[in-house]
């Protein structure tokens, strides 16, 4: 029982996968979605999953992104050995790579009893709380989904990128937070389609490195606090 809710908590399988190419996880998320899907029909409950993954460089644009927001042509993305994908999530083009926690729920919205946007609210305040955890102050800023640094000031940075895609109610694709990542490819695209804001990392804020791991720790405790989840 959650005792801040007052409800049972959500089974949820957890897996942290490490470091794959894009689309051997975007085929499983796939794969997955169908799963959890096909469980909600047959009246199954406790069947949501959780990967955390870091992947290869990759760029990738959703439904509603403008290619005119990636800069960089076929022959500097073969020479910074990245990837430029077009994807079925919400929002524009972003970048994932090394040392960025990519984080991917598929989850039976009806199950925790949320809608869209509740539950991207609640990725959000996952991220804000972790954040919060190594003295980092976010927030969120209206109108451009995801977990801002300053965001109503020129010095407006993201440090948390949100895409998701529901399918009757069921959630894949997700958040990208930045740990340790090399912002220099950033400057390759313009992020989520802003060119007035700017990025950063755990990294740049603290001035250090961090321990990936301890940090996917974090989130992950974070995120079952947030949705009531219970791992297994």
């Known amino acids: 029982m959650d ?3 007052g409800r049972p908590k959500v089974p949820c399988h957890f897996e942290n996968l490490g470091r ?9 998320q796939e794969r997955t979605l169908e799963e959890v899907k096909q469980a909600k029909l047959a009246g199954e409950k406790g069947q949501n999953r959780l990967f955390f ?12 992104g403008k290619d005119s927001n990636m800069l960089a042509g076929a022959a500097l993305l073969q020479s910074k050995h990245a990837e430029f994908i077009h994807v079925d ?9 090394p040392g960025q926690l990519v984080g991917y729920p598929i989850f039976n919205l009806e199950e925790l009893g949320l809608g869209v946007k509740a539950y991207v609210d609640g990725i959000e305040e996952s991220i804000i709380r972790s954040m919060a955890r190594y003295g980092i102050v976010c927030e969120r800023l209206a109108g451009a989904t995801g977990v801002w640094l300053e965001p109503h000031t020129p010095r407006a940075r993201k ?16 958040f990208a937070l930045n740990v340790n990542t090399d912002l220099s490819y950033f400057n390759l695209i313009n ?4 060119t007035d804001k700017g990025v950063t990392s ?8 961090l321990d990936f791991e301890e940090v996917c720790r974090n ?12 791992y297994c």
């Not at 440090?159 to 997700?174: F, N, Q, W």
């Not at 755990?202 to 490195?209: I, T």
């Not at 989130?219 to 219970?230: K, R, Y």
């Open 3 to 5: 005792t801040s809710t």
């Open 20 to 28: 794959r190419a894009y689309r051997e996880v975007w085929d499983l």
């Open 53 to 64: 993954v870091e992947h290869e460089p990759v760029y990738t644009i959703g439904r509603s």
């Open 89 to 97: 999530r919400g929002g524009d083009v972003t970048y994932h790579g």
């Open 159 to 174: 440090i948390c990128a949100i895409g998701v895609k529901c399918s009757r109610y069921v959630t894949m694709h997700g």
């Open 191 to 194: 992020p989520c389609g802003f």
């Open 202 to 209: 755990m990294r740049q804020e603290l001035g250090r490195e």
């Open 219 to 230: 989130v992950q405790a974070t995120l079952a606090e947030v949705f009531s989840l219970e």
